[in-house]
């Protein structure tokens, strides 16, 4: 399994930015997702997941991003998606998706999860 983050780049405070991660390896519904970043010298935080809830889809963010951010994804793409508006200098990081290994189950920061490489984000004041 593979996944394949893009989209990221430099924004002024106050723009927005759509990051991308591609799967490839296995079929991609029913796992849930998430997105995660890591500020220089901080620790990797949660940002977003989605995942099926009984027949809906499900999504959490952060209380940092809440409102401003919108995790989506295309399962006939194989493509989850992270919409991000109203960006400030504070959410400047390198931005990584993530992957369940279970069925029904979600990514966390230190799971055994599938991760990609990340993509830089970089918000100016």
């Known amino acids: 399994v593979q996944l394949q983050a893009s989209g990221g780049g430099l924004v002024q405070a106050g723009g927005s930015l759509r990051l991308s991660c591609a799967v490839s390896?296995?079929?991609?519904?029913?796992?849930?997702m998430a997105w995660f970043r890591q500020a220089p010298g901080k620790e990797r935080e949660f940002v977003a997941s989605?995942?099926?809830?009984?027949?809906?889809?499900?999504?959490q963010y952060a209380d940092s991003v809440k409102d401003r951010f919108t995790i989506s994804r295309d399962n006939a793409e194989n493509t989850m998606y992270l919409r991000m508006n109203n960006l400030k200098p504070e959410d400047t990081a390198v931005y990584y998706c993530?992957?369940?290994?279970?069925?029904?189950?979600?990514?966390?920061?230190?799971?055994?999860?599938?991760w990609g490489k990340g993509t830089q984000v970089t918000v100016s004041s």
């Open positions: 993530a992957a369940s290994r279970r069925i029904g189950g979600l990514p966390s920061i230190r799971g055994n999860d599938y």
């Open positions: 390896g296995r079929p991609f519904g029913p796992y849930g």
């Open positions: 989605i995942y099926r809830s009984g027949s809906t889809t499900a999504r």
